[in-house]
């Protein structure tokens, strides 16, 4: 079946230890997103790709950084790794070209920083 | 500014107890609105879109409508099965974002 996967499901890091999350998907959509999500509240968009075209939300910590080396994968790179940054990180991909154009979403990388 | 928000935050039923989920939102230029339901320590699940005031939409014992300031996520007779968070989500006509609400946690007794 096409899907979304992130790898690893969970991740454990030490503070400021970088650390790296991948998501895949096979679904051939050209935008591709990551959020984080924190314990009851609402995913907060991190940062999106059109293509190659990447676009930063205004209020993305500069610790975050991302790359999508091909239409397949995409990384979250978190450069220094701080408490606050315990959380859900969510991966989804959407086809813009399409009419109806629902996003499609990982099982999530639950991360903690000890 | 831009806003989507849930109410309630929380919601428990009895087995068979039908209610409503509400999405209120503030966007200039609504392409979109979305439902999800997210288990815990998953995914969101896409559920439903809507794209135009009086639109519905219906999956087993869901309904969706939307307004053009709100949505209502209808639940019918529901089943424990059912025990999700509920999440809306809105999208411009203009660029690829998507802002969320916080969610309705529900909670369906046996």
């Known amino acids: 079946d096409a899907m979304v996967i992130q790898n690893p499901r969970y991740q454990v890091t030490q503070f400021g230890k970088p650390v790296t999350l991948s998501c895949s998907q096979t679904l051939n959509h050209n935008v591709m997103y990551w959020y984080q999500q924190k314990s009851s509240q609402a995913p907060k968009l991190l940062f999106h790709y059109y293509d190659k075209d990447f676009n930063n939300e205004a209020d993305t910590p500069d610790n975050f950084q991302s790359r999508r080396p091909n239409t397949s994968f995409c990384f979250l790179d978190i450069r220094s790794p701080g408490l606050g940054d315990a959380a859900m990180y969510l991966c989804?991909?959407?086809?813009?070209?399409?009419?109806?154009?629902?996003?499609?979403f990982g099982p999530g990388t639950r991360l903690t920083v000890l | 500014e831009d806003q989507v928000t849930q109410s309630p935050e929380a919601l428990r039923l009895q087995e068979g107890e039908s209610s409503s989920l509400n999405c209120s939102y503030t966007?200039?230029?609504?392409?979109?609105l979305f439902w999800y339901r997210q288990d815990p320590g998953k995914g969101p699940e896409f559920l439903f879109t809507?794209?135009?005031a009086g639109e519905e939409k219906e999956k087993e014992r869901l309904k969706a409508t939307l307004t053009k300031k709100e949505s209502f996520l209808h639940i019918t007779a529901p089943k424990p099965e059912d025990s999700a968070t509920y999440l809306c989500?809105?999208?411009?006509?203009?660029?690829?974002?998507?802002?969320f609400g916080t969610g309705t946690s529900l909670t369906v007794i046996p």
């Open positions: 989804a991909t959407r086809d813009r070209d399409r009419v109806y154009n629902e996003q499609f």
């Open positions: 966007v200039s230029g609504l392409r979109g």
């Open positions: 989500a809105v999208q411009q006509n203009t660029g690829n974002q998507f802002y």
């Open positions: 809507l794209y135009s």
